[in-house]
């Protein structure tokens, strides 16, 4: 079973608000990943890392922030929160930087702007 | 840039029927990765390919790496209401970036 964690799992927020989405690995995983998923449908790309202080935008634009300041930490920040910005985030690990295997997804944050 | 697409985007099968859906990348991948997400949940990896012409079993699923390695196949042998879901294709588009196509819904009637 893959160690991956994200809190909170859902949250419903007003407009304007500034939040945090947690993301932790305990596998010791380089690369992590964030994606954006709306129900039903395809996973974009947002945000991903290959290793501590190394982090580059995915192929959907965002006006989400990323930090890697330790392994296996990856928290996705919105400085202020629209309605636009409901969706499901998913974050993923890999393995080491330079291999593209199997990646292990969290349960998913479900956030709702109001 | 890179695409990977997935086609049929939905598939509505009765119990017992096959099912199989197509990826097709722009470019020659490294690998192709197959995931499963059931409704609610989050993907799951199936499995991975790596050598042109692969080709891969688990139970009553085939998968298949293209000969030019741009594309490939999952086929679901009598499909059963367990196999409910969304399977998506990933391929590596970059260094270190899985790009994932857009996925095939299965609906299995029973």
């Known amino acids: 079973e893959a160690d991956i964690y994200q809190t909170p799992r859902y949250l419903v927020i007003g407009t304007g608000k500034k939040i945090t989405l947690e993301c932790s690995q305990t596998m010791g995983h380089d690369k992590m990943y964030w994606y954006q998923q709306d129900p039903g449908m395809e996973l974009h790309l947002i945000h991903y890392?290959?290793?501590?202080?190394?982090?580059e935008k995915g192929d959907l634009s965002s006006e989400s922030t990323v930090s890697r300041i330790r392994t296996e930490h990856f928290p996705l920040t919105l400085e202020s929160a629209r309605p636009s910005h409901t969706s499901q985030y998913l974050c993923?690990?890999?393995?080491?930087?330079?291999?593209?295997?199997?990646?292990?997804f969290g349960e998913g944050s479900r956030l709702t702007v109001l | 840039g890179q695409q990977v697409m997935q086609i049929p985007q939905y598939q509505h099968v009765q119990e017992g029927e096959d099912f199989t859906t197509y990826c097709n990348s722009s470019?020659?991948?490294?690998?192709i990765q197959w995931y499963k997400q059931r409704p609610g949940g989050h993907p799951v990896f199936l499995i991975q390919?790596?050598?042109?012409?692969e080709v891969k079993k688990q139970k009553r699923l085939t998968f298949q790496f293209g000969e030019a390695k741009k594309n490939s196949s999952l086929h679901i042998t009598a499909t059963q209401t367990t196999d409910v879901g969304t399977y998506f294709c990933?391929?590596?588009?970059?260094?270190?970036?899985?790009?994932f196509g857009q996925g095939t819904i299965l609906t299995v009637h029973p």
């Open positions: 993923a690990s890999g393995g080491l930087a330079a291999n593209t295997g199997e990646l292990f």
């Open positions: 390919l790596v050598k042109s012409g």
């Open positions: 890392s290959y290793g501590v202080n190394s982090t």
């Open positions: 470019t020659t991948l490294s690998n």
């Open positions: 990933a391929g590596p588009t970059s260094y270190g970036k899985l790009t």
